[in-house]
């Protein structure tokens, strides 16, 4: 067992195995909430860490056919010990690079890609010698651009794609979703409370969308009633 391993509530009756290298975290929840997938669509979450966004898509709504990319086998096996426990039967766990996909998942079928991936631009700040940690904190396994590159080619035409980012990568997600044919047509800045900077934005494009219309959705302030309705039945000690 690893260290730290637990089962924590996802609300709903569904819980999920995370570890002190695998967990969850407030951004993932807010985006997760921020795609709010429509019933039946086919979805697939990239860099699915211990699967919380395809797990909380599914504790909404079963019919959701769910296709999890994860690099990491130590995430893969408790993100598919989460799935058996809770008898989930619509959701596909991929433990291959994002890179990699063609050949193994299918391309230009997916209504949905949702990514919160590693903030960190690779090569900068002090890095953790756990290799595990670089990968997920770190552009050591991948950038931006090959995020979107494989949100580009799994998406069908008017598909969304849904990611998250610190605000100082901003103009590198912007550029890089229109480089990729996903026109950026919704985003969100989060706040911890008012008169504090932006820690955080949720923005959504358009798999070959026409371009401009973005729309600026108020901001979401972490201490506020919407918070609290949007954490539902979580406990908020298990948020970082």
């Known amino acids: ?17 995370v570890d002190d290298m695998y967990h969850f975290s407030t951004d993932t929840i807010l985006l997760a909430d921020f795609s709010a997938p429509a019933k039946g669509i086919k979805a697939a979450d990239l860099g699915a860490g211990c699967g919380t966004i395809p797990l909380l898509w599914t504790r909404n709504d079963r019919t959701i056919d769910i296709t999890a990319v994860e690099i990491q086998s130590e995430a893969c096996e408790l993100f598919r010990r989460s799935i058996e426990h809770n008898g989930i039967e619509n959701i596909d766990v991929k433990n291959i ?10 391309f230009g079928c997916f209504d949905l890609v949702s990514c919160n991936p590693p903030y960190k631009l690779g090569g900068s700040g002090i890095k953790n010698p756990d290799g595990e940690k670089l990968l997920a904190r770190h552009e050591e396994s991948c950038t931006i651009d090959d995020v979107t590159s ?67 959705e108020p901001t979401l302030y972490i201490e506020s009633d919407e918070m609290t309705k949007i954490y539902g039945e979580y406990k908020e000690g298990y948020l970082e």
């Open 1 to 17: 067992m690893a260290k730290g391993e637990r089962l924590e509530p996802l609300g709903g009756g569904i819980g999920i195995f």
């Open 97 to 106: 690079d994002l890179r990699e996909l063609a050949g193994v998942v299918p």
């Open 150 to 216: 494989a949100a580009k080619k799994l998406l069908q035409f008017g598909g969304r794609f849904v990611m998250c980012q610190r605000p100082e990568r901003l103009t590198d997600v912007l550029g890089s979703m229109r480089q990729n044919d996903l026109e950026p047509k919704r985003i969100r800045f989060v706040q911890q409370r008012e008169g504090k900077a932006p820690k955080l934005f949720l923005v959504e494009g358009r798999r070959g969308g026409k371009r401009g219309g973005l729309v600026t």
